[in-house]
C-alpha cells in the first residue's frame, strides 16, 4: 500500500490514507461478547505479560512490542505470581 499504517481507512481528500478509526467495531465487539471494561491497549499489556512467561527475554520482547526503553516495558510487563512459583519450583527441582 501506499502507507506505513497498520489500520487505515480510505483514501480522503488529496488520495491520503489516515488512520482507521476502529473504535465503533471494536465497541461492538465488546457488547456483543459481554465484556466491559477492557480496553484494546489493554491487549498490549497481556500480549506483553504473556511472551516474558513464555520465556523470551527483554530484548525480545521490546523487539516484538516496539518498546523504546527497558523501564517502559518493565511497566507492561505483569507477570502472574503462580507462573513465577511454577518456574522457580521446575528450577529446584531440575538441580536435585
Not at 19 to 33: E, Q, V
Not at 55 to 64: F, K, P, S, T, Y
Not at 70 to 83: F, N
Request: charge should be positive; include cysteine.
Amino acid at each position: 500500500m501506499d502507507t506505513p499504517l497498520i489500520f487505515f481507512g480510505e483514501p480522503g481528500r488529496g488520495g491520503r490514507r489516515r488512520p482507521y478509526c476502529f473504535h465503533p467495531a471494536w465497541s461492538h465487539a465488546l457488547r456483543a461478547a459481554r465484556i466491559y471494561g477492557l480496553r484494546f491497549h489493554d491487549l498490549r499489556h497481556q500480549a506483553v505479560s504473556r511472551l516474558v512467561e513464555g520465556g523470551l527475554n527483554d530484548q525480545e520482547v521490546a523487539a516484538i512490542s516496539g518498546h523504546k526503553s527497558m523501564q517502559m516495558l518493565k511497566r507492561y510487563a505483569h507477570l502472574r505470581g503462580e507462573d513465577l512459583v511454577a518456574r522457580l519450583d521446575r528450577i529446584s527441582r531440575s538441580r536435585v
